[in-house]
């Protein structure tokens, strides 16, 4: 198995975090393997977007049509 480098394990325990399990949804509330994979999933989607806007030389604006 390939081992997965420091950097991308010190960037994943500083930029997600798993909210409190109060805060969880009901359906998951039984499942935390679920929970913190969908949660890492959601802030990885979120730091793509925000470096794909990051690069953009233009803003994005999708059509009013």
């Not at 960037?11 to 969908?38: C, M």
Request: avoid cysteine; hydrophobic fraction near 35%.
């Amino acid at each position: 198995m390939t081992e997965i480098p420091q950097i991308v394990e010190d960037l994943y325990f500083q930029q997600v975090s798993i909210p409190d399990e109060k805060d969880w949804p009901d359906y998951l509330r039984g499942d935390p393997a679920v929970i913190r994979g969908l949660y890492s999933f959601y802030y990885g989607l979120r730091m793509g977007s925000q470096i794909s806007d990051a690069l953009r030389e233009a803003p994005f604006i999708p059509d009013a049509e």
